[in-house]
């Protein structure tokens, strides 16, 4: 949302690369739109209003590519200048640049070096002047406001927040290993707020830009609201409070047994959307910011909500809203009259499926996990079922949008999004269920899916494909030599075959985040070895189709490429299809379409003779 809710800048992917439009709501403008034109190519894959409104900043990745740069342009649509504003030492390697958020009229960003160590800047986007407010290695810029920063640290799964005021620096919640405290936005401080306006369309009257202040100063307090699961089993939402003395916080929101996904906060502090995950699946619910009275839920027009923004004054809430019926779109709602704004468009549009149904396994020692189960349309002959892994671990699989179920469901083949021990939306015991050692049971989970939808005569056993992308490429490849004699096929998108010829080719602050939940390189490095499904290629034996984008730095396409040779010289059945333009998201459409073509044809070929005549 723009802060003065006259307009919203969002992404469209409608062919080639997706990228950045701005839409008008009101004014002469209204229901028209413009293009964001920016001299790269590649996807673009974050776009933000600044907190006066003169500026958007996105974040574009060139090609594909893990590493992504930062452009900005006016918000005036005849002003078609477009620059790029992160910046790196001459001569040195180029690192990525990662959009966060607006403080004031600076952006904050993240430069990550090739070194791995990241850097908290705040970027002024008409000159390119850059300050750095801190530099660490697992240091991620979350907020910042008038002088103070939140500083997410840690490796994956063991997240805190600081707060830097100056040259001090705060750790805002109580030491507990193993807990997440991830996101946050600061609120206030002793001087005003961010855009402390009473009109949404005088925002720019009481706007104080933070270089007014004082950065060394840490007099006064700060208050910022931050999602942590720090204490408890299930991320909720917190209000910490920081001065000279110490910090004090308080739950603010939480629901027991579910995450709290996303929250947003008004300018003006009136009001605070929040999103809750419910096995997945997402619900919407505003709360009164002054006495934090939650309002009953919001019914949502799709299955699951994501990327909240909220004007200043907090009279326009925008999100992104899917479904398996529903094409990501944007939606607009007003929070306090909870009614929902059409808006002059053409609605997405894509091939769509029936809702799934929730389905509960129980693994062969004990632990329950869930899934997400997609069927074919009554009347269409099932011919077998695939499972889909999603990535991370620590993602979900979730009833959202996703292009390439339709195709597969229309040929009778059911699709299976089993959420095993190591995703994420289910509490941190569970998060950490896969960790090192104990990701041979995550294996075993995949297995147990298998079983499952056999039991319940989803498909017959000697037809179930297991597919995945980039964890999920791994944990495909993983089953399919782990249980080879459970699969008839397998495709593996992105995904790693040795994990420690990729820790070596990987980018370095990719490697170091993940030392906490695979092993270290070195000290575990035979782990490492035993959960390689490269290592136990022998063992495979059902046909695997191999996807990888050549730019992508994250996993790096020789993981597909020795995989491929491998299965080659056992003569093993493997295609390997490479998209030499694209990254590890696969994000170019036209490359998409091959993908579900691809998909299509070598399921029905697993399954052959039993697919449709």
């Known amino acids: 949302m723009s802060p003065d809710a006259t307009a919203f800048a969002h992404l469209v992917d409608d062919g080639g690369f997706p990228r950045a439009v701005q839409r008008f709501l009101r004014g002469w403008r209204a229901s028209s739109s413009r293009d964001v034109e920016l001299p790269v190519e590649g996807p673009v894959t974050r776009v933000l209003h600044s907190a006066d409104g003169h500026w958007l900043a996105c974040e574009v990745a060139p090609e594909g590519s893990t590493r992504t740069q930062i452009w900005v342009v006016t918000t005036d649509p005849d002003d078609r200048d477009a620059r790029r504003i992160d910046s790196w030492t001459p001569g040195a390697p180029e690192g990525t640049a990662e959009l966060i958020a607006w403080d004031g009229t600076l952006v904050a960003a993240i430069l990550t070096g090739g070194d791995g160590v990241g850097s908290s800047c705040l970027i002024d986007p008409a000159t390119g002047r850059t300050t750095v407010l801190d530099r660490r290695s697992s240091g991620r810029l979350v907020d910042a406001w008038a002088g103070a920063a939140l500083v997410r640290v840690g490796p994956r799964g063991y997240r805190d927040l600081i707060m830097l005021r100056g040259r001090t620096e705060t750790a805002l919640l109580p030491y507990d290993p193993g807990s997440t405290t991830d996101t946050g936005i600061i609120l206030d401080d002793h001087y005003a707020r961010r855009l402390r306006a009473g009109l949404e369309g005088e925002l720019t009257k009481l706007y104080q830009p933070a270089s007014t202040y004082d950065a060394d100063s840490t007099e006064g307090y700060v208050r910022a609201l931050i999602r942590s699961e720090n204490g408890t089993e299930h991320a909720r939402l917190l209000e910490v409070t920081v001065t000279a003395d110490g910090v004090a916080y308080q739950v603010i929101a939480e629901r027991p047994g579910y995450e709290l996904d996303e929250f947003t906060v008004s300018d003006d502090l009136s009001t605070v959307a929040v999103l809750w995950n419910i096995h997945g699946a997402s619900e919407l619910q505003i709360m009164e910011r002054t006495d934090h009275t939650l309002q009953p839920p919001i019914p949502l027009p799709g299955m699951v909500a994501t990327q909240l923004s909220i004007s200043a004054g907090g009279s326009m809430l925008a999100m992104t809203v899917e479904g398996p019926s529903t094409p990501p779109t944007v939606e607009l709602v007003d929070p306090r009259t909870r009614e929902w704004e059409i808006v002059d468009r053409e609605p997405s549009s894509g091939p769509v499926s029936p809702d799934p149904t929730l389905e509960r396994v129980t693994a062969r020692d004990g632990m329950e996990f869930t899934g997400w189960l997609f069927r074919p349309r009554d009347g269409v002959p099932v011919i077998g079922a695939m499972l889909f892994l999603h990535g991370g671990p620590e993602g979900q ?217």
Not at 464 to 475: E, H, N, P, V
Not at 510 to 525: E, L, M, S
Not at 559 to 566: G, K, L, R, T
């Open 397 to 613: 699989g979730r009833p959202g949008y996703n292009e390439f179920f339709p195709a597969l469901l229309e040929e009778g083949i059911s699709v299976f999004l089993p959420n095993v021990r190591g995703s994420g939306g289910f509490g941190r015991t569970f998060m950490h269920a896969d960790d090192k050692e104990r990701r041979f049971a995550a294996i075993d989970d995949v297995a147990d899916a298998v079983d499952y939808l056999v039991k319940r005569e989803v498909a017959p056993a000697d037809r179930i494909a297991c597919c995945g992308w980039s964890y999920g490429g791994y944990l495909t490849q993983a089953a399919l030599t782990f249980h080879p004699d459970r699969f008839a096929a397998g495709i593996s998108i992105c995904g790693m075959s040795d994990l420690n010829t990729w820790y070596r080719n990987t980018e370095p602050w990719i490697a170091a985040a993940a030392y906490p939940k695979y092993g270290h390189p070195i000290g575990d490095r035979e782990l490492l070895e035993q959960l390689s499904p490269l290592q136990r290629v022998d063992a495979m034996t059902a046909p695997l189709l191999l996807v990888h984008g050549a730019n992508d730095t994250n996993v790096p396409p020789t993981e597909s490429q020795q995989m491929f040779e491998a299965l080659q010289s056992l003569n093993r059945k493997v295609e390997l299809l490479m998209f030499d333009d694209d990254g590890h998201e696969i994000d170019r459409r036209e490359n998409r379409a091959v993908l579900v073509k691809a998909m299509r044809e070598w399921l029905i070929a697993a399954f052959s003779p039993y697919s449709n005549p």
